[in-house]
């Protein structure tokens, strides 16, 4: 995508429209591609890398797939999770999922990778902050339009139990 494009993108997904909007119709379909093409596409990821988080549920126990944006970092073992759902005002789901039970499965690049996720806080969770915002700047938007802090996870590659 052209400079361009990247920049009229960032500019809606900025919007209050696209922000309630987006929840409900971008992680369906990117599941619906995800299964019928055996975990090598999710469309969101034209546009940013993604990932799916198998995670369990904080109350239910049950799995949990959520197609997630992520920001991958240069070690190539770990990414950022930004909690930001959209600029709205709740935390999403799957961040208390990955509080409450922080081992979990990716799907990478039609990869499937265990992973365990850690909630940032302090100084490191500042560093990340300025990584995400070089990265996808429209999350300065949502967190502006929002007065919790947006979580944001390290997730880490870990053995196979």
Same mark, same amino acid.
């Given at each position: ?21 987006a929840p409900h119709v971008i992680p ?9 093409? *055996?975990?090598?596409?999710? =469309? ?17 126990? =049950?799995?949990?797939? +959520? ?27 799957? +961040?208390?999922? =990955? ?16 992973? +365990?996720?850690?909630? =940032? ?19 300065? +938007? ?14 880490? *590659?870990?053995?196979?139990?």
């Amino acid at each position: 995508m052209s400079g361009l494009g990247v920049r009229l993108v960032q500019k809606v997904s900025s919007t209050r429209g696209f922000a309630r909007a987006a929840p409900h119709v971008i992680p369906a379909l990117d599941r619906a591609v995800h299964r019928l093409t *055996r975990g090598k596409v999710l =469309l969101s990821a034209q546009l940013l890398p993604g990932v799916v988080l198998l995670s369990t549920g904080a109350r239910s126990g =049950l799995p949990r797939r +959520t197609p997630l944006a992520c920001m991958p970092e240069e070690d190539g073992r770990s990414w950022l999770l930004v909690g930001s759902n959209f600029g709205r005002s709740g935390h999403p789901a799957w +961040t208390a999922n =990955l509080m409450a039970r922080p081992d979990a499965e990716i799907s990478w690049k039609g990869h499937d990778i265990p992973v +365990t996720a850690r909630l =940032l806080a302090g100084q490191e969770r500042a560093a990340a902050w300025r990584a995400v915002l070089a990265f996808w700047p429209p999350y300065a +938007t949502y967190q502006a339009r929002v007065e919790r802090e947006i979580r944001i996870f390290r997730i880490v *590659r870990r053995r196979p139990s």
